[in-house]
């Protein structure tokens, strides 16, 4: 599984490069913020909208901490999706939130 910072993420942002992050946190962890454009899937849900995603795109995947992104990279790189899991999840986030 391919990992990369929550800084290496934020930066990419702050150069203007258009990511695909999908935050797996639930909808009531999300209110207290997420990363601009992320958009909201949580992990329950994963399997079940995976067919709103696109194989030829690749995803960032965020939750609080690391784990259950981390187990969503794995779930979906397993049906052949190009996925990257942000380390350290929304703890180590510093950059700009909506």
């Known amino acids: 599984?391919?990992?990369?910072t929550a800084k290496?993420?934020?930066n990419l942002l702050n150069q203007g490069k258009k990511l695909n992050i999908i935050d797996v946190r639930e909808v009531d962890e999300v209110k207290a913020g997420k990363i601009p454009?992320?958009?909201n899937m949580p992990l329950r849900l994963v399997e079940f909208r995976m067919h709103e995603l696109d194989k030829t795109?690749?995803?960032i995947m965020v939750c609080r901490s690391g784990g259950r992104s981390g187990r969503g990279s794995q779930f979906l790189e397993s049906y052949g999706f190009n996925v990257i899991n942000m380390a350290g999840g929304m703890l180590a986030w510093e950059g700009k939130v909506e």
């Open 37 to 39: 454009g992320a958009i």
């Open 57 to 59: 795109k690749e995803y």
């Open 8 to 10: 290496e993420v934020e």
């Open 1 to 4: 599984m391919r990992e990369m």
